[in-house]
Every structure is written in structure tokens, then in C-alpha cells.
């Protein structure tokens, strides 16, 4: 009977030993449910945080780069107003030879030889073969009846352009100071080779009155400047010249029209003349 009782015993503990892992793991079951999802839920957590991170990074990356771009926008543009303002202050600005020649004729005109001559030569030493240089210093020259270094010039200029009309016509004249009835053949035979509508004509008809007025044939002198006056009328020297012939024939009203024409030609292009004297001939016949 006890050793009925004994195995009884037994079997009774060995059920409630079993029932009792049975129910530890079943009370476990919903804690250790529970310990998943917030593991998950942590999980999913950083990973939201961390994309959200990159998404701020980028989208600050992004704002950079925009920022980075305006301001290389903005230096392109202020470079280039910069270059299209040197260009064009560049392209405005007088050259320095023209700036010379400028001068050169302005001070000729003025009676101011020495500054033109300088500002002559200054052309020279920047372009040896500049024509219009060496027109004027052969004309400051002839002024100072320097008629070896005028020569010089001229020659200078026709090895430039053969084809250089004035430089021409230059030393044509300092042949007529020798040999005037040679020089006046030279300049018929260039006029008879000229078309009647031919500008290049003007200029020969003016060396002709020129080379008339040395020889007091006022007349013939009048009639070659009236040419050249005829073939281009806004040319500041034919118009003086002509005013010179006409004030040596007595033509009073004439000269004071062509004085008045020629001065105001010289303001409009480059003139030889010596314009105070100019304004004192015309002052004088009215």
C-alpha cells in the first residue's frame, strides 16, 4: 500500500513537473512575442533615422552644389562685362599712331612745326613706312626749304606704294623749282592718262595751280584750283587756294566765300593750310 502510495507519488510530481516547463514556456511565449517586435520596431527605427540622415545630406549636397553654380554664374557674367567693357573701351580708344597723326596734323595747321614734326617721327618709329607720316614731314621740310630731305621723303613714300599719287606729285613739284616747264609737261601727261571723272585728277590739277602760282600766272593758276575744287569741293586746301587766287585777281567777294568754305572744310578733315592765317585773310576782305 505505501509502496502504492510512494509510485502515486510519483507520478503526480513528474505531471506537475511537466505542466510546469509547459507553462513557463507558455507564459514566456507572449513576453518573448512582445521582446520581437520591439527589437524589430527598434530596428526599423534606425533604419528610418538613417535614411532621413542621407536624405538631409543630400538635399544639402544638392543646395550646395546650386549655391556653387550661382556664384560661377555670377563670376562668368561679371568676366564677361569686364572683357565686353575692355573691348569695347579698346575698340573706342584712338590708336596710338592715329592718335599720333592726330596731333601731327593738327599742330601743322596750327603753324606749330616742331610738334608736328615730333609727333611725325614718333609715327615713324612705330610704322617706318607709314605714307601719311611721311607726306607731312616732307611738307614740314619743303617748308623749311629743305628740299634734299623732302625729296628723301617722298622717295620713301613711292618705294611704298609705287602707285603713291602724292608722293608723286611731291617730287614733281621739287623738279619745278628747277626745271618748271619739265615739271608742268610731267603733270599734263599724268592728267591726259586721269579719266575726266577720276578723283585721282584732283590732286594733279592742284600741283598745276600750285606750280602756276609760283610763276604769278594767277589766271591758269585759278582755273587748275577751280578744277581740282570742281573734282572734290569739301578738300579744305583746294578751297584755300582757290580763295588765293581769286583775292589775287581782285575778287573780293569770291575769296571771302571760298576763305569762309575752306575753314569750315578744316573742321571736318586734316588741312595743310595754316587756318590763323586763314581767319586773317578773311577777316581782312570784309
Avoid at 584755300?240 to 581769286?246: I, K, R, T
Amino acid at each position: 500500500m505505501s509502496r502504492l502510495m510512494d509510485e502515486l507519488k510519483k507520478a503526480e510530481q513528474t505531471r506537475n513537473g511537466g505542466i510546469r516547463p509547459a507553462k513557463i514556456a507558455a507564459e514566456a511565449a507572449p513576453e518573448s512575442a512582445m521582446e520581437f517586435p520591439a527589437v524589430a520596431a527598434s530596428a526599423s527605427a534606425v533604419f528610418s533615422r538613417s535614411d532621413h540622415t542621407r536624405r538631409r545630406i543630400l538635399l544639402f549636397i544638392m543646395a550646395l552644389l546650386l549655391v556653387v553654380l550661382a556664384v560661377l554664374a555670377a563670376v562668368l557674367y561679371a568676366g564677361s562685362r569686364h572683357v565686353e567693357k575692355t573691348s569695347s573701351a579698346i575698340a573706342s580708344a584712338p590708336a596710338p599712331v592715329a592718335r599720333s597723326l592726330l596731333q601731327a596734323r593738327t599742330a601743322l595747321q596750327q603753324g606749330d612745326l616742331k610738334m608736328a614734326y615730333m609727333a611725325f617721327r614718333r609715327v615713324l618709329a612705330a610704322e617706318a613706312d607709314n605714307r601719311a607720316a611721311l607726306h607731312g614731314l616732307a611738307e614740314i621740310a619743303l617748308s623749311q626749304n629743305q628740299t634734299d630731305i623732302a625729296r628723301n621723303y617722298w622717295q620713301r613714300a613711292l618705294q611704298a606704294d609705287p602707285q603713291d599719287l602724292r608722293a608723286e606729285i611731291g617730287l614733281i613739284s621739287l623738279q619745278a623749282r628747277q626745271a618748271p616747264q619739265a615739271a608742268e609737261a610731267r603733270l599734263q601727261a599724268l592728267l591726259a592718262e586721269q579719266t575726266k571723272a577720276a578723283s585721282g585728277s584732283a590732286p594733279l590739277h592742284y600741283a598745276l595751280g600750285n606750280l602756276y602760282a609760283n610763276q604769278l600766272r594767277w589766271p591758269e593758276a585759278q582755273a587748275a584750283f577751280l578744277q581740282s575744287y570742281q573734282h572734290d569741293p569739301e578738300h579744305p586746301d583746294y578751297l584755300f587756294n582757290l580763295a588765293v587766287s581769286c583775292e589775287q585777281l581782285q575778287q573780293t567777294q569770291q575769296a571771302r566765300r571760298f576763305y569762309q568754305l575752306a575753314l569750315d572744310a578744316a573742321g571736318q578733315q586734316s588741312a595743310s593750310f595754316n587756318l590763323q592765317q586763314a581767319r586773317q585773310r578773311l577777316q581782312a576782305l570784309r
